[in-house]
């Protein structure tokens, strides 16, 4: 199992909300099309908080394979082609991840948490199997602290992402990490990173050997 993990900024006054809207239109083949796809198991969307503009789509495949098929059918072009009409430019990103637990919808569905936090871990390449496996210990323990203390958390996914990405603060290749974080609220977030609890563990996520880090928040809705 796999999730699809885009990012995608949007034409300026795209109006995804009004569902008479061209651009929801749009965005309804879109999901009419990946439903009728093998392997597809459910979709989640939505803008970004801090960028409206940015709007994020991930989607849970079988496999990455499945979703590789997808992208061989000659309907694929045109089913691109159809969503390009809505976007500014180009995608911005587009990779994979095994996110754990798998569905992440506690994490990622509007019907359980109305925003997630997304965080990025970016690392060099060659980051060790030793150092891979002392962040993920890292990552369990923190959010096991959210959980029994953190007032507004409501879940967690996270996982490496499978391909080498870009970033800036990263020579060459870098690996990643993706979290995905389901709060009440953004302010409900921002409370807990005042707290006791939060500064005396967030040294947990944030290892010597990690080279950049990216946060923001996005407000998902499951379809």
């Not at 072009?77 to 754990?100: G, N, R, Y």
């Not at 002392?134 to 967690?156: D, I, P």
């Amino acid at each position: 199992m796999a999730t699809e993990i885009a990012t995608i900024p949007l034409q300026p006054g795209v109006d995804l909300e009004d569902p008479n809207s061209a651009a929801a239109k749009v965005l309804g083949n879109t999901f009419s099309v990946l439903r009728e796809q093998d392997g597809y198991q459910r979709a989640y969307h939505g803008r970004q908080v801090e960028n409206p503009n940015i709007w994020q789509l991930l989607v849970d495949w079988d496999s990455v394979d499945a979703h590789k098929k997808f992208i061989t059918q000659p309907y694929y072009e045109p089913f691109v082609k159809h969503l390009m009409s809505i976007v500014d430019d180009d995608i911005q990103s587009m990779v994979h991840a095994h996110l754990s637990p798998h569905p992440p919808s506690a994490a990622v569905s509007g019907t359980t948490c109305p925003v997630t936090e997304m965080i990025t871990h970016y690392f060099s390449a060659g980051i060790s199997k030793s150092e891979q496996s002392s962040f993920e210990s890292g990552v369990k323990e923190f959010f096991k602290c959210l959980e029994e203390k953190a007032e507004g958390f409501k879940g967690f996914a996270g996982g490496w992402v499978l391909e080498e990405v870009k970033h800036e603060g990263v020579e060459g290749k870098a690996r990643s990490w993706q979290s995905c974080v389901g709060w009440q609220s953004v302010e409900a977030h921002m409370a807990f990173r005042e707290t006791k609890d939060f500064k005396d563990n967030v040294h947990l996520i944030r290892p010597d050997f990690k080279k950049a880090m990216t946060v923001h928040h996005t407000k998902f809705t499951e379809v």
